[in-house]
Structure formats: structure tokens, C-alpha cells
């Protein structure tokens, strides 16, 4: 029974087919509704038609990166201030510094959050 009343919109934008469906199946067993997209572009599409609650997004993708898909989600009107979860193995250092200036909701390193622990960190920052 999922602990949640209404359902959080999630949107994951994610080349690597095993993680998204892996994030997917831990959302939606919890609840919430989850749309997925494997590219920077198709996940531009994902958010301006969606409108979700919140954004999982990789920074390494084919057709448009996750720093450019950043920006244009952050000159949407409705989406200035629509929470942004980056998800990368990238080290600290060579994440983008226009990531941190657009208003990152949090970076997570893949390699060292479960995934229990990954929406433990979105339900709090729906909540």
C-alpha cells in the first residue's frame, strides 16, 4: 500500500536503460508515476508535456547533455523553480558549475546511493 495520497509526477531522464528501469520499478512500487526518457532531447520533450513533480537526470547522454537539458527546463516558465535530482558518476570536480547556478535540488553520485536511498531523498524533497 503505497504511503503517499496523491501521486508525485517523476520524470527520469536517463540513457542507461537498467538504472531508469530500476528507478521506475522502486517510484512506481511506492506509488508515484514515472515517465522515462533516454536522451537529453526526448526528455525536454518528457518535461514540457508531463509537468512532473520532480527530475531525475543524467548528466552524460547522447542527442543533448543533462547541463543543456537543465537549462532549457529552468527557462520554462512553470519550471523555474521545478526540482532537479542530478544522477552521475561524474566526479565533484567535473560536474558543470552551471548545474550548482541553476538551482540543483541535490547531486547524487550513482555508484554510492541505493536505490531506497534515492527516493528516500525524493520523497523528502517532495514532502
Avoid: C
Avoid at 536522451?39 to 543533448?64: A, F, Q, R, Y
Avoid at 561524474?90 to 558549475?97: A, D, L, T, Y
Wanted: no cysteine; charged share 25%; proline share 6%.
Amino acid at each position: 500500500m503505497p504511503s503517499i495520497k496523491v501521486p508525485y509526477k517523476i520524470a527520469i531522464i536517463e540513457d542507461d536503460p537498467t538504472i531508469s528501469q530500476m528507478y521506475r520499478f522502486k517510484f512506481e512500487a511506492e506509488g508515484y508515476i514515472v515517465e522515462t526518457a533516454e536522451n537529453g532531447k526526448l526528455g525536454l520533450s518528457l518535461v514540457k508535456t508531463m509537468h512532473p513533480d520532480i527530475v531525475l537526470l543524467d548528466l552524460m547522454m547522447p542527442e543533448m547533455n543533462g547541463d543543456q537539458v537543465f537549462a532549457e527546463i529552468r527557462k520554462i516558465e512553470w519550471a523555474k523553480d521545478l526540482k532537479v535530482i542530478i544522477l552521475t558518476n561524474m566526479g565533484e570536480q567535473e560536474i558543470p558549475n552551471s548545474i550548482k547556478t541553476m538551482g540543483v535540488t541535490a547531486i547524487i553520485l550513482k555508484a554510492n546511493m541505493t536505490p531506497r536511498q534515492v527516493f528516500e531523498l525524493v520523497k523528502k524533497n517532495l514532502s
